[in-house]
């Protein structure tokens, strides 16, 4: 289940959700996303690897993962059990102790953030909850109580808006005109509050715009998808999509056909990839 959150976290935050049962593959790959992630895990530790250089590290309190670059692969208990925020890519920032590029591409845990024992005695009280929904609550109610006013971060969720609405399709010299500041001051925001930069941000939306529009149980014009996405030409579109997934685009629908066929109509479906 899921909900929006109340004012002002809607500013912030897509939603809260809460989720348990097996996942349908023991391993997921998640190519980046123009967002970020809250995790409380509630079960056994799950392991996130970020990146093919980097080894799998283990979670077991959950996670903070800012707008990330490139995939995360997750391996899953057998079963589990959490609660989460799928976060707006400027949202953490009022919530984190440090710049959000120090997170970027480096998932840490809630404890790193928000201290030992904090995040043990709220994993407790959400143990104890009486279901999903009181759950959901408790975390949203946590959330309110760490808000916190961060001076900058209107200009760049405002700027965020304008690379959101255009699918990626922004020239950043445009972005900062529009914001009265230079193209460094913005960058630097970005930086700070996103992760990443405008620039970047602005090709993970429009990687992510593209890529949501397949439909991977029908036959896929590439060309139209790469140009209506407004890539140069499809071999741009080529590019990027092993740059954000380590797959070519035809594989990545045959990934996709894969998890339709074994898992039809599973709530995952969508963007998680299961990883041979």
Known sequence: MSRVPRPPLDGLIDDLYYLAGTSPYARLMLPPMPAALLIVNLGEPFRIR???????AEYADGCVVTTPT???????????????????PWGLAPFLRMPAAELCDRP?????????????????????????????????????????????????????????????????GGLSAAAGVSDTHLAKKFKEFVGVTPKRLARTYRFAAAVLTLDPAAPVDWAGVAGDAGYFDQAHFGHEFRAFTGLTPTRYVEVRRRFLREHPGHALDGWPLPVD
Do not use: C, N
């Not at 961060?150 to 304008?162: D, E, I, K, N, Q």
């Open 70 to 88: 490139r995939a995360l692969e997750f391996g899953y208990p057998r079963r589990t059990r959490s609660v989460g925020v799928h976060v707006k």
């Open 108 to 172: 840490v845990t809630v404890e790193q953030v928000w201290g030992r024992a904090a995040v043990a005695e709220l994993r407790e009280r959400l143990a104890a909850a009486a279901g999903p929904d009181e759950m959901l609550t408790l975390l949203e109610d946590e959330l309110m109580r760490r808000l916190r006013e961060t001076a900058g971060l209107g200009l760049v969720g405002r700027a965020s808006g304008v690379i959101a609405a255009a699918g990626g399709a922004v020239t950043i």
């Open 50 to 56: 970020a990146g093919t250089d980097i080894g799998p």
